[in-house]
């Protein structure tokens, strides 16, 4: 069974600040997702990655995939209130399925 | 734009009343599929549809059945609502012409499920 573990599962910083998330797994993913996930909405696709070392940039995110494709972090930079929410990772699997991590709760306060 | 809908957006039921939640998609995708979602927890599958084959998870309870008649719209029935069965629901699709491994999923906006 393939797993992901977040860390960290909450995250409360002032607005202006940087924060990372990370997303960990002792198996090889061919392809992980990034989700946001506002309350009382569903989570809405931010990245996809699928080249080990691959680096993609959405305005002040960060989205990094690690060489052997087993684990993968979300930095942003400059973090505003709008960036509060809830960020999921989530790895592809057999059978058109995906594992979730447990997810990050992100807090920005103005 | 192309979406996924889910209505209604919130759900009160009483506790053993059966209820029925509806997805739609205008995104003509063979892939749809329902979570479960409890408070600031990853969402957890229920079961999926690849077109018309039905894939369920094997620790899904026999209270949750789906129907899917038509590419477009997809239904979770919960036969006997519990009070642990209040929770969102999210619909999601994806197109599964990729290999299965590396499937982007679309997620509605969820439908809140109350059980009194």
């Known amino acids: 069974t393939q797993l992901l573990e977040q860390s960290p599962q909450f995250l409360s910083i002032q607005e202006g600040e940087n924060l990372t998330v990370y997303c960990n797994s002792s198996?090889?993913?061919?392809?992980l997702q990034w989700y946001r996930q506002e309350p009382g909405e569903g989570p809405v696709l931010l990245v996809t990655?699928?080249?080990?070392?691959e680096v993609k940039k959405l305005k002040r995110l960060t989205f990094q995939f690690g060489d052997a494709r087993k684990d993968s972090s979300l930095h942003i930079t400059a973090a505003q209130p709008g960036d509060t929410g809830l960020y999921l990772c989530?790895?592809?699997?057999?059978?058109?399925?995906?594992?979730f991590g447990g997810g990050t709760r992100v807090l920005v306060k103005p | 734009d192309a979406m996924v809908i889910q209505n209604p957006r919130y759900q009160v039921t009483q506790f053993g009343k059966p209820v029925t939640l509806s997805c739609s998609q205008t995104?003509?995708?063979?892939?749809m599929y329902w979570y479960q979602q409890k408070s600031s927890q990853a969402p957890k599958l229920l079961f999926h549809?690849?077109?018309?084959?039905?894939?369920n998870e094997a620790d899904t309870p026999d209270n949750f059945q789906s129907r899917r008649p038509n590419t477009s719209f997809c239904f979770l029935d919960i036969r006997s609502p519990g009070l642990g069965d209040a929770a969102m629901y999210l619909c999601?699709?994806?197109?599964?012409?990729?290999?299965?491994?590396?499937?982007?999923?679309?997620f509605g906006p969820g439908t809140r499920l109350t059980v009194l």
């Open positions: 995104l003509n995708h063979n892939v």
């Open positions: 990655v699928v080249t080990g070392g």
């Open positions: 989530a790895g592809g699997a057999a059978g058109n399925k995906l594992t």
């Open positions: 999601a699709t994806s197109s599964g012409m990729r290999p299965s491994s590396y499937n982007e999923q679309f």
């Open positions: 549809y690849y077109d018309k084959d039905f894939n």
């Open positions: 198996s090889v993913f061919s392809s």
